[in-house]
């Protein structure tokens, strides 16, 4: 199994690389922003219930929620400020997202084209002797193609689940923020 995997690598060639750029991008970013985008870092459950309970803010402090009360409370007289820094913060939330697209668009057409440059090199091979190539040596060439193609694939699959499972959970908590956004500035109005 483990020779196999090492057939797949040599097999991609040259385009091994970008599709290695392509494979760590794609963990960092999906770590980075699956711990980033925590309930407990964007919108803390106690600032939650406070604010949806009328009461003082307090606690969740180096939150989004918190960085957007604070902003309410600086300038309690612009709503529209308060509004545009509240989408600055869900720009911020998205940071990196967007790559996860670029990821699961190029990876696999980098693997088609280790796929057509590795046939190529399969079907040049053939002598001209009598115009056919040897079956064993062929076959292993033209499988040893499809492995990029392969692996173009397996980085592109997570790629895609994993940008729109971040991509919802930003979608999520700018619905609730925009619900507690109304409540800051009514409070604040009141005030």
Known sequence: ????AIDIFKGADILIYPLAVCSLALVFILVERSYALRTSVVLPQDMVDTIVAGRPVSGGQH???ARVVAFAGQHPNDPDAVKAFA???LVRMERGIPYLDVIYAGAPLIGLTGTVWSLIRVFSSVTG???MPDPAKFTSGVSLALSATVLGLLIA???LVGGGILQRRVEKFAA???????RILARGAQS
């Open 87 to 89: 989408r600055l913060e």
């Open 157 to 159: 699959v997570p790629a």
């Open 63 to 65: 939150s989004v929620l």
């Open 176 to 182: 609730q923020l925009d619900v507690l956004l109304e």
């Open 129 to 131: 002797d009598n115009g």
């Open 1 to 4: 199994m483990f020779l196999a």
